[in-house]
């Protein structure tokens, strides 16, 4: 049988990472809030604009997500309604924003 001092400092090793790690999801819990609250789907990163349109290890081109990514919230949201100006071209992210901001934040907070 194994030594219960050996069984001991297992775990308290084995808690005292249980703890940093609990602590430190708890810290980005706390972040959530304020980014959504800030949130903006034209400030979000993608991976094809940061790279360039290019894929980084076959060097060929790859298509925007971003452009996919507003035209189907356009779908969505828009529902077929005709857009004259930018302002109203923009709508359809201005109002996914605020379902994210409204919505998701009601659910999480």
Do not use: N
Request: with cysteine; proline share 5%.
């Amino acid at each position: 049988r194994g030594s219960p001092l050996l069984a001991y400092a297992s775990m308290l090793v084995f808690s005292f990472v249980v703890v940093y790690f609990a602590q430190r999801h708890v810290r980005e819990l706390g972040c959530i809030p304020s980014q959504l609250s800030e949130f903006s789907v034209e400030r979000t990163r993608c991976f094809c604009c940061d790279a360039g349109h290019v894929h980084p290890l076959t060097l060929q081109p790859i298509p925007c997500d971003r452009k996919l990514v507003y035209e189907a919230l356009r779908g969505w949201f828009l529902r077929g309604e005709a857009c004259a100006s930018e302002a109203s071209e923009k709508a359809h992210l201005r109002f996914f924003d605020s379902q994210v901001r409204e919505r998701i934040s009601q659910h999480l907070m």
